[in-house]
């Protein structure tokens, strides 16, 4: 075999740098077939993710995280495939919250001047909610949205049109135009990195735990247990799209 | 941030459908109005609709040609649409459109207007010399047979594709209302009533759309207006009219009574955002207007140019009102958040490429095809055009 010095050099980096599992994977996810590894079987997998809402305080790295790793656009408005929403909400009046998310969250919210004001004040991180029925991949009119075999709701940029209808379709405001390839984008839930063993950027960042990753075919995931004992709601259930983004401690109030 | 107001989703400030998807559902309406208002002649026999019938038949083509246009400008990626034809995601109410789009133009319009105009493409054929001839041995397929068995069995098909084409203008547009209604995630849209009020208001718009093309073409060929075939469309028009305002009048009663979780945000966009464009434009100016006028004529008699007077004003009326229609399903539906707390604003450009202009342009289009397809084959009978009466 042709092996240069500055190839060998290359490829031992990543073996010492990926150790194990992950470096098998490597060259699969450089090929962009991460599901043919030999040690990832995308059937043995259905990830979702886990919210806790009471740990949050919207520092905004997850959104930081995201942006960095996953090369999301941080000089246009309406890009993000995770941001954070901060609630403030009048008991009496719960109709009509106060929300904000400045740049999504990004920067981090500051504190609030009204503390103390009889209102209660919470933080919501969002994220593609990777629907077992998701609408986005009912309307594709080419397939390029579609849900992978281990429950991540993708889109094929060679293959997406531009027609935008799958913006339209989610409920939740998680997609956008990509406005360098003219095509749709979301949240890949780091498909790049929870294939090869790593959770997602967010969960990865998130000082405080709010956000884990999980796999509910995994017997031995602490999901099973936390759902269990943990009163679990997703965005918007009467959309009946089969969300997987669990939120612990959700109010009411949030839509 | 400018334009916004209240809370909106961080990814919903870019508006993602612009006019373009306007004149989508507003181009295909028209399609379909026109062409059944040219099956009233062909299968249900209204015989004073006879000086409309091949006017319409060419008014709908001529818009159908344009109709994806829009779409396929307003397409990130317009060199990949192809692919909804090779591998058409079957669960996609999009998807099926070029299907249906297919069908429609190849199958029920062109095979329609071809057995109509055989026997004059043939004689035409005969007739010329040098291009011209070429031109319509071309149309004719070189198949000169216009003997009285070939003829009969061209008026046989014809009027066969006539029928099929009936539920096929039908699909067409009530399609184009289910690629809306279908939406869950967007009450504004989400309705079965969609595909049917699509339906009817393209009725409307195509009828009117038919009849004022006949009056502006009789006016400049100097020959008189048929004033029976007129008021026989106007008064289809009227039917057409009632139907939809009822139809619409039954969504916006439901969503009133029922007032559910979005019933405040949506009204308030209409009170607000949409004020004009729906309250003024559409409802009084494209509806209540027009539909009182037309009323009027049932009941009073007028003379010949106040009637035309009549007609012209509440086609060009009806036109505007089902155009604001569109615009308040696909541009209303963008305005406020799926969180149902805030509001954005829609900027139309000028000269970008989903600006006003690209928006006129394709609706200049369809009326210069049309000419084209005048010239090409004349809706009128031969020996009018001849004397050039």
């Not at chain 1, 043919?36 to 995280?65: F, Q």
């Not at chain 1, 919250?97 to 009889?118: H, K, M, R």
């Not at chain 1, 759902?227 to 009411?252: C, E, F, S």
């Amino acid at each position: 075999m042709d092996q240069t010095r500055r190839a060998f050099l290359e490829k031992a980096g990543i073996y010492i740098f990926l150790t194990g599992a992950a470096s098998v994977a490597w060259e699969y996810v450089e090929a962009r077939t991460p599901q043919l590894a030999p040690n990832y079987k995308d059937t043995d997998h259905w990830w979702g993710m886990i919210i806790d809402v009471e740990k949050c305080i919207g520092c905004g790295s997850c959104v930081r995280a995201c942006k960095a790793e996953n090369n999301v656009p941080t000089d246009e408005d309406g890009r993000f495939r995770t941001w954070v929403e901060r609630y403030r909400v009048d008991p009496l009046n719960a109709d009509h919250p106060d929300v904000a998310s400045p740049n999504g969250g990004y920067d981090g919210f500051t504190a609030l001047d009204q503390a103390g004001d009889g209102v209660k004040v919470f933080f919501v991180p969002k994220l593609c909610n990777h629907c077992a029925d998701a609408p986005c991949v009912q309307v594709c009119p080419v397939g390029a949205t579609f849900e992978s075999p281990d429950g991540v709701v993708l889109v094929d940029k060679d293959r997406c049109l531009g027609c935008r209808y799958c913006v339209q379709a989610c409920p939740y405001g998680s997609r956008y135009i990509d406005s360098r390839t003219h095509t749709a984008d979301k949240c890949t839930l780091c498909y790049h990195r929870i294939t090869k063993g790593l959770t997602t950027a967010c969960c990865e960042v998130c000082p405080t735990g709010t956000r884990q990753l999980v796999d509910l075919k995994n017997p031995n995931d602490p999901v099973h247990e936390f759902m269990r004992t943990h009163k679990i709601h997703v965005l918007k259930p009467q959309m009946a799209t089969g969300a997987k983004v669990y939120y612990n401690g959700l109010d009411g109030a949030v839509r | 941030m400018p334009g916004v107001e209240g809370y909106i989703y961080p990814n919903e400030v870019e508006l993602q459908w612009s006019i373009l998807i306007v004149l989508y559902p507003y181009l295909t309406g028209l399609v379909a109005g026109a062409f059944i208002l040219a099956s009233l002649e062909r299968v249900f026999n209204v015989k004073a609709l006879k000086p409309t019938y091949r006017l319409a038949l060419l008014t709908a083509l001529a818009f159908l040609i344009v109709a994806p246009l829009p779409l396929q400008m307003h397409l990130g990626h317009p060199e990949r649409s192809y692919e909804m034809y090779l591998t058409p995601h079957t669960e996609s109410a999009m998807a099926m459109f070029g299907f249906v789009y297919l069908w429609y133009l190849m199958v029920v319009l062109v095979l329609e207007i071809w057995f109509d105009y055989r026997k004059e493409l043939v004689l035409t054929w005969r007739a010329s010399t040098g291009w011209t001839k070429r031109l319509y041995g071309a149309l004719s397929l070189w198949s000169g047979d216009i003997s009285p068995a070939a003829l009969q069995l061209d008026d046989k098909l014809g009027r066969i594709i006539t029928v099929i084409g009936i539920p096929s203008a039908f699909l067409l547009h009530g399609y184009v209302g289910f690629i809306f209604g279908s939406i869950k995630a967007n009450p504004w849209w989400s309705t079965p009533l969609m595909p049917v009020v699509f339906l009817f208001s393209a009725i409307v718009s195509g009828v009117a759309a038919v009849m004022l093309v006949y009056m502006a073409l009789a006016t400049i060929r100097k020959i008189p207006i048929d004033m029976k075939c007129v008021d026989t469309v106007a008064k289809y028009l009227l039917y057409a009219f009632l139907v939809d305002f009822s139809l619409e009048l039954l969504d916006l009663i439901h969503r009133l009574y029922e007032a559910d979780e979005s019933f405040r945000a949506l009204d308030f966009m209409v009170k607000t955002r949409l004020f004009t464009s729906q309250i003024i434009v559409q409802i009084l100016l494209g509806t209540f207007v027009p539909i009182l006028l037309l009323a009027l004529v049932q009941f009073k008699r007028f003379s010949d140019p106040v009637r035309r007077l009549i007609y012209s004003v509440s086609g060009v009326l009806t036109l505007i009102g089902i155009f604001a229609m569109r615009w308040n399903v696909v541009i209303g539906g963008q305005l406020f958040s799926k969180s149902f707390l805030g509001y954005t604003t829609y900027k139309l450009e000028f000269a970008t490429r989903e600006g006003a202009l690209s928006a006129i342009i394709f609706m200049i289009a369809p009326l210069v095809i049309l000419a084209v397809l005048i010239r090409i084959f004349p809706p009128w009978p031969a020996q009018e055009d001849a004397s050039g009466r």
